[in-house]
């Protein structure tokens, strides 16, 4: 199950596809292995049948509810047999509902015991930092102005919905520098908490290479290994196509097999030093540590580069063949 929040029309006025698209080609690529049904909510009834006319050529097997989000969320995961695994995603313009509704799609499973019980789900949130500065700012306001005042207080708890408490009115009144991005983190725990998430993980996005973040993706997910692994490998790829996007044109003067090498150096040195105080150490677990700054930009491929070198130098057993998602390196 595919549970798209704020589908839109599936492409853009210049034939690029949206997630709507995209997600319909990504299920008909698993079409021999996977029957995935594509829900996609919109509020627009203009917007839903131009959705609805892009979807129909697809191939895929779709519905489309009509509705404001916290109206159709209910509908939407009745839609969602108990044995269905389910991604959620949400991408509004904006910020997101509140994180209570939220909270209510990672339900269509629960963890007991450290053991999921139900079908996986995992759920990516994207978080706008000039939706926060935008709404975070009337709590600060000087506006006297008698309507504005009026509907201040409405505004600020409605925030308080989204962000899960009124915990983010300090950070914002203290003026720190990164309070947006502050908020932010405290948003991404307490929504990972109200799921029972078993793990998560940020991604901040930004118009150019290096500039300053316009909005965060959050996966949220119950395979504490798997599900951060995989995501891991695709945030690689996807930094790696934005740099080459951004840097067209001109000369990189730190080009690709460089960055590699040096990605390979700093695992293979941040795996020397975690076995310091280690027998082993188990990849997926430690993904932190692992990867440490390379992190979203590194991957599997460069991680077995160094776990190879490491090998070959007599410092561990593993000979980094094989899948390293759940493998154990140990020290010699």
Not at 19 to 33: E, F, K, N
Not at 232 to 246: G, K
Not at 280 to 300: C, D, F, N, P, W
Request: charged share 20%.
């Amino acid at each position: 199950m595919y549970l798209d929040g704020y589908a839109g029309q599936g492409a853009y006025g210049d034939g690029q596809p949206g997630s709507p698209i995209l997600a319909a080609r990504t299920a008909g690529s698993l079409a021999q292995v996977r029957n995935v049904l594509g829900i996609y909510i919109e509020k627009n009834k203009g917007t839903a049948e131009l959705l609805a006319e892009n979807l129909a050529i697809t191939g895929h097997n779709y519905q489309i509810l009509r509705g404001e989000l916290e109206e159709c969320l209910a509908e939407a995961l009745l839609l969602v047999q108990e044995d269905d695994p389910l991604f959620a995603f949400f991408d509004p313009f904006g910020l997101p509902i509140s994180m209570g509704l939220i909270a209510k799609v990672m339900g269509h499973s629960c963890m007991r015991g450290g053991y999921r019980e139900g079908p996986p789900t995992e759920v990516l949130v994207t978080l706008s930092y000039p939706g926060l500065r935008r709404n975070a700012g009337h709590l600060t306001s000087f506006s006297t102005n008698a309507r504005y005042v009026k509907g201040r207080n409405t505004r600020l708890e409605s925030l308080d919905k989204i962000l899960g408490g009124a915990w983010w009115r300090s950070i914002w009144e203290g003026g720190s520098a990164d309070r947006v991005a502050l908020i932010a983190s405290g948003y991404t725990e307490r929504l990972a908490e109200r799921m029972n998430a078993r793990g998560w993980y940020r991604v901040r996005v930004s118009r150019r290479w290096d500039g300053p973040t316009v909005y965060e993706l959050l996966f949220f997910t119950q395979y504490p290994q798997e599900g951060i692994w995989y995501f891991n490998e695709c945030v690689s790829l996807a930094v790696e196509s934005f740099r080459a996007f951004c840097s067209r044109g001109q000369l990189d003067l730190d080009p690709v097999a460089v960055r590699e090498q040096r990605w390979t150096s700093i695992i293979k040195s941040n795996i020397q030093k975690t076995l310091v105080n280690r027998v082993g150490i188990h990849l997926a677990k430690s993904m932190g540590l692992v990867y440490g700054a390379t992190l979203g930009y590194a991957r599997e491929k460069h991680l077995r580069a160094a776990i190879k070198q490491l090998y070959q130098s007599g410092s561990i057993k593993h000979d980094g063949k094989g899948p390293l998602v759940n493998a154990y390196v140990e020290r010699t």
